[in-house]
C-alpha cells in the first residue's frame, strides 16, 4: 500500500470517530465568516473579563455560525475550561476534517493542529464508567441518559464531578448511586446489591396469584406404616449425621473465609463503586459464598437425612419425639 493509501485510510477511520454534525460542513460564505468573527471577538473579550459562561455562549455562536478551526479551536478551549470534556472532545475532533479554505491564513492552520493535539489529550484525561451485574430487565439512567444494554459493559466517557446513575425497573426505581470522578479515572459500578433491590421489588405476574377458595375440611392423614428396621440402619443413621456435621462445618469455614475476603476491600470499595481491582476480589469472595451456601445446604439435608434414618431404625419400645423450642430443636426418646 503506498504512503498516499495510508493517508487516505487513516483519515476514513478519524472520520468514524466524528460526530455526523461536524463531518462534511460546506465552507461558511462571507457574511457568515463576518458575522462569526463578531461574535468571536465577543468571546475573547468576556473571557479576558473572567466572564467564561457568557464567553463560552459567544464562542458557541460564532462556530455554529461560522465553522473554522479558529472558532472550533476557541469554543473547544472554553468547554473545557468549563468542565465540558466530552463535549469539547467531540467538537474538537471534527477540526481536521473541516473544508481547506484557500484563503486560510497561519492561525488557521496552526488551529488545525492544536485542535487535534487537544483532542487527543482529552482522550486520556475525560473519566471513564462501566457496568458490571446489570439486573435483568432493567434499565440504566446516567445523568437522565438511557445507557443501551449493549453499551453497559463498555467504557462510557463522563464528565469529572459527580452523576447521577438510576437502575430502573419498569416505572419503579431500584436504587439511585451518587458517583463522583476526578479526570483519567476509571471505574467498574458494580451493580450486584442493584439487582437484588430490584429482584425483591419485581412484581409477581398475575399467573402466580391463586384465587381464593372456599375453605374444605381436611380428613386427618393416616400415619404411614414403620418399615422394618434393617440392620445396622441405625449406625448408617448416625454416619450420614456425622458426615452432615462435617460438611456444615466446612461451609461455614470458606462462608467465613468468604466474608473475610469481601470485607478486605472495604476500602476500595466505598458505596459509589470499585476499583478494577476491588471489583475482581469481590466477585471471588461472591462465588466463595455461592460454594459454602451449597456446600452448608448439602450438609443439612445429611443431616436431617442420618436422623430420620436413625429414629426409622429406632427399636421396638423407643419413642422418638422431636422439641421445638426457641432457638433449639432436638430429638427426645422414651425407653
Not at 31 to 51: F, M, N, S, T
Not at 276 to 284: A, H, L, P, Y
Amino acid at each position: 500500500m503506498t504512503g498516499s493509501s495510508n493517508a487516505r485510510v487513516g483519515v476514513l477511520l478519524a472520520s468514524l470517530l466524528v460526530p455526523l454534525s461536524a463531518r462534511a460542513q460546506p465552507a461558511p460564505t462571507e457574511a457568515q465568516v463576518e458575522a462569526g468573527r463578531a461574535l468571536y471577538r465577543e468571546a475573547r473579550e468576556l473571557h479576558k473579563q473572567g466572564h467564561v459562561k457568557e464567553a463560552l455562549e459567544k464562542a458557541l455562536g460564532a462556530y455554529h455560525t461560522a465553522p473554522t478551526p479558529v472558532t472550533a479551536l476557541e469554543a473547544g478551549e472554553l468547554l473545557v475550561e468549563s468542565g465540558r470534556l466530552v463535549e469539547a472532545r467531540d467538537l474538537l475532533r471534527g477540526v481536521p476534517l473541516m473544508p481547506v479554505s484557500p484563503r486560510e491564513s497561519d492561525k488557521g492552520r496552526e488551529a488545525r493542529q492544536t485542535a487535534a493535539a487537544l483532542a487527543a489529550q482529552l482522550d486520556m484525561r475525560i473519566p471513564k464508567l462501566a457496568f458490571a451485574d446489570r439486573p435483568q430487565g432493567a434499565d440504566l439512567v446516567l445523568d437522565g441518559r438511557p445507557i443501551p444494554l449493549t453499551d453497559a459493559t463498555a467504557w462510557q466517557g463522563v464528565d469529572p464531578g459527580a452523576h447521577t446513575l438510576l437502575v430502573r425497573l419498569e416505572e419503579h426505581v431500584c436504587t439511585t448511586l451518587t458517583l463522583s470522578l476526578s479526570e483519567g479515572e476509571e471505574r467498574t459500578v458494580d451493580l450486584h446489591d442493584a439487582a437484588a433491590a430490584c429482584t425483591a421489588a419485581a412484581p409477581l405476574p398475575p399467573s402466580h396469584v391463586a384465587p381464593a377458595s372456599p375453605r374444605q375440611p381436611i380428613a386427618p392423614a393416616q400415619p404411614p406404616a414403620a418399615p422394618a428396621a434393617q440392620p445396622n440402619a441405625r449406625w448408617i443413621g448416625l454416619v450420614v449425621t456425622g458426615a452432615g456435621v462435617v460438611t456444615v462445618g466446612a461451609g461455614g469455614v470458606l462462608a467465613l473465609t468468604a466474608k473475610s475476603q469481601y470485607d478486605s476491600v472495604a476500602g476500595e470499595c466505598p458505596s459509589r463503586g470499585c476499583t478494577q481491582d476491588g471489583f475482581d476480589t469481590r466477585t471471588s469472595a461472591r462465588s466463595r459464598a455461592d460454594a459454602a451456601t451449597w456446600i452448608m445446604t448439602a450438609g443439612g439435608v445429611a443431616i436431617v437425612g442420618g436422623v430420620v434414618g436413625w429414629v426409622l431404625a429406632a427399636p421396638k419400645g423407643v419413642v422418638v419425639r422431636g422439641m421445638l423450642g426457641p432457638g433449639a430443636v432436638g430429638l427426645a426418646a422414651t425407653f
